[in-house]
């Protein structure tokens, strides 16, 4: 067995391969004396066919795979022993290798061609890059405020509709003589009176009891294809035309009063940070919608930042290489027209994924099987097992249990475990961006900030 390289470019070569008899030839004869012991030949007993016969029956394809076998292994021990990395993976080279006679033939020389990655050199102190800090105005926290009222309030099922109610009900597609229409839309839905647009249509419901039947024109009432598809429970392009009358029969009459702004509400809203004053209150709002914001400007810095350190990587790719086996790997999935016109986002997203690697060598990155754990069970906390105010020990330790022996199950769904995994490395990759680059912090309005994203 021989593997030599021969450079081909700055990052490309060709692996020869070379086989004799000798390297295959005893895995060959153990394998087909395991088909004569398992040979069933009429004529013969079991385990005692002729090694000529079964020869003749199985050692050619013994042989090609034993062979394919002992070259794959001799390559990539050679990738190893060499400490090549490599971009993609080898790729035959027919040309080269040419016709192999399986019948005839004893020793055999395979080609492959393979990329290796370069060298990717990083200095984020020369990059600079803007963050979007979002703060919250006086609208968004008084917006905030009636949310954290309805959510707090006192709920009443009444017997006529108000402007402010949600009402439940079933709505039903209607022709143009406002009979349900056959195979017509029909769904059990929602609808807050206070988004209808159309005036003559919310007045409609203004007073409407159970049992009412009420027909408006769904189109005219909200203009939110988005809002459309979820009543009907249909998709947004059916929405888009989906032009009937409908005929709503109220079933039920939800109202919320909204609590008042007190000392009660501060405590429901934040519980054990003893609030006194409205400022207090408003500050604590203000805190927590930031601290909301935050993570969509986190995740827009990400982006920006990993855009531009593609867009100024000085190191270039072996192209060629990468259009075959990028068709070669997606045979039958993606057409290889596709992939000659789009492939500049591949490229592009390759050298992400080798400046990716080399962020998280040189700065450690990594998150471990407890980190995700300890997501689990933090979420866990704060979702189904807070901590109750009189607790006792033995309530404590059963809490604790309970909390720890669901999150060890969690991290068994490996799909979720991999979410998780990604969540929380992208916090730290975007955390030493954020410390190491040169940062032009920009303090913008949620508005401000939504059309920052629309561009």
């Not at 992208?426 to 059309?451: A, G, H, M, R, Y």
Request: no cysteine; net charge negative.
């Amino acid at each position: 067995m021989n593997v030599t390289k021969e450079m081909t470019g700055d990052l490309t070569a060709v692996l020869k391969v070379e086989v004799s008899a000798a390297d295959y030839m005893p895995a060959v004869e153990a394998e087909l004396k395991k088909y004569r012991k398992k040979a069933n030949v009429p004529g013969f007993r079991p385990g005692q066919v002729p090694m000529g016969m079964i020869k003749k029956m199985y050692e050619k394809p013994v042989r090609a795979e034993e062979v394919q076998k002992v070259m794959s292994d001799a390559m990539y021990q050679f990738v190893d022993d060499n400490k090549l990395d490599l971009l993609g993976s080898p790729m035959s080279n027919d040309e080269r290798t040419g016709n192999i006679d399986w019948d005839n033939q004893e020793d055999f020389v395979f080609y492959f061609d393979i990329a290796m990655q370069p060298e990717v050199k990083l200095e984020l102190g020369k990059q600079t890059a803007t963050y979007y800090k979002i703060t919250p105005d006086q609208e968004a926290i008084e917006k905030q405020i009636g949310e954290i009222q309805r959510r707090f309030g006192n709920f009443e099922t009444p017997e006529t509709i108000e402007e402010t109610d949600l009402v439940y009900g079933q709505i039903k597609e209607v022709d143009e003589e406002g009979n349900v229409k056959e195979g017509g839309v029909q769904t059990v839905t929602s609808i807050a009176v206070d988004k209808i647009g159309m005036a003559t249509i919310k007045k409609k419901f203004i007073g409407a009891k159970k049992d009412d039947a009420i027909v408006f024109n769904l189109a005219k009432a909200f203009k939110n294809n988005t809002e459309i598809a979820a009543m009907l429970r249909i998709d947004s392009a059916a929405a888009k035309e989906f032009k009937s009358d409908v005929q709503f029969t109220v079933h039920s009459i939800s109202r919320v009063t909204p609590h008042e702004v007190n000392e009660e509400l501060y405590e429901k809203a934040f519980p054990g940070k003893e609030i006194k004053t409205d400022a207090d209150f408003k500050a604590a709002i203000k805190e927590e919608m930031e601290k909301a914001y935050s993570q969509q400007a986190d995740r827009h810095f990400l982006n920006e930042v990993s855009k531009q350190l593609v867009e100024t990587s000085t190191f270039e790719l072996p192209d060629e290489f990468l259009k075959r086996w990028l068709i070669q790997t997606n045979t039958g999935k993606v057409e290889n027209k596709e992939i000659e016109e789009n492939y500049t986002m591949y490229r592009d997203s390759i050298k992400w994924q080798l400046v990716e690697s080399k962020l998280m060598e040189q700065y450690k990155l990594e998150v471990s099987k407890d980190e995700v754990k300890t997501y689990y069970k933090e979420a866990l906390i704060s979702n189904y097992f807070p901590k109750a105010e009189n607790e006792t020990e033995e309530q404590a330790q059963e809490r604790e249990a309970a909390i720890e022996k669901i999150a060890t199950n969690m991290l068994e769904n490996k799909e979720q475990g991999r979410q998780i995994y990604e969540f929380l490395f992208d916090q730290k990759l975007t955390q030493t961006l954020k410390e190491n680059v040169k940062l032009d912090t920009k303090e913008v309005s949620l508005d401000e900030f939504s059309k920052i994203l629309n561009k």
